[in-house]
């Protein structure tokens, strides 16, 4: 404490000063370090790589513009004679439609078993609606 206190001397550090500041959870790295200092240890803090970015109102919503025309380049929705329409989600997602759009005529066990396959093999996530089914 009586290097400290030499170091700075307008405000006195005592044993309850640093005991009261690691209660409360305040105590300033460059505290820490000189203490590590005083004590022999040498001390280096690594920051970490996260970064927080707070873009300007116009920016951002630039992004979040191009996020939804993204967003719906990646969506397709075809009729399906089984189901009502089919969603089909994912980069992928026009190879996925024109394969299902090969075969309109599939029964609709034969429908679900080709989306399982096209889900699987072209990573595209597919849903149906039955708002309006043929029977």
């Known amino acids: 404490m009586e290097k400290m206190n030499t170091n700075h001397p307008d405000t ?9 500041k690691l209660a ?17 240890y040498s001390v280096e803090f690594i920051p970490h790589n996260r970064k927080v970015y707070f873009p300007a109102s116009e920016e951002r919503n630039n992004k979040l513009e191009q996020i939804a025309i993204k967003a719906e380049e990646d969506v397709i929705k075809i009729p399906s004679p089984n189901f009502g329409e089919t ?19 599939l029964s609709k066990s034969a429908e679900i078993l080709l989306q399982h396959r096209l889900q699987k093999e072209l990573n595209v996530l597919i849903s149906v609606t039955n708002s309006h089914v043929s029977q």
Do not use: C, H
């Open 12 to 20: 006195p550090t005592t044993a309850q000063n640093i005991t009261n």
């Open 24 to 40: 409360r959870e305040t105590i300033k790295f460059s505290e820490v370090v000189e203490i590590a200092e005083l004590l022999g």
């Open 87 to 105: 969603i089909i989600y994912g980069t992928n997602a026009q190879a996925a439609a024109d394969q299902l759009m090969k075969q309109p005529t």
